[in-house]
């Protein structure tokens, strides 16, 4: 059993940074999960931001290309996700997931709040 467990969140002025990172146990082959970042905000549904495959090939969502960077540290267990120019609209709970064939694991999320 895989636990993801997320840090870094927190409350950030607009045009801010942050970074998440996202720590895996459990597993001794985390390289080869799938990583990714996903975020819900009040009121809405779960969307993914942010992905980064064994191979570390990375994907963004629209709104977030360019102001977000995925990483990872196969050597650490970690995923990051480095947030620049925060705005308001980026306010969510952030979740990690990894997965790997049928298995798909989740972290408790951590909130991001970006407000003057």
């Known amino acids: 059993q895989v636990q993801l467990v997320e840090s870094g969140g927190g409350l950030v002025q607009p045009g801010g940074s942050l970074r998440l990172s996202c720590a895996a146990s459990?597993?001794?082959?985390?390289?080869?999960?799938?990583m990714a970042w996903y975020r819900q905000a009040p009121g809405k549904e779960r969307e993914l931001i942010a992905s980064?495959?064994?191979?570390?090939?990375?994907d963004y969502l629209d709104s977030v290309k360019g102001r977000f960077t995925i990483s990872r540290d196969n050597a650490k267990n970690t995923v990051y996700l480095q947030m620049n120019s925060l705005k308001p609209e980026d306010t969510a709970v952030y979740y990690c997931?990894?997965?790997?064939?049928?298995?798909?694991?989740w972290g408790e999320g951590t909130l991001v709040t970006v407000s003057s």
């Open positions: 997931n990894g997965k790997l064939g049928y298995a798909d694991y």
């Open positions: 459990g597993s001794t082959i985390f390289s080869a999960y799938a």
């Open positions: 980064i495959t064994s191979g570390k090939r990375t």
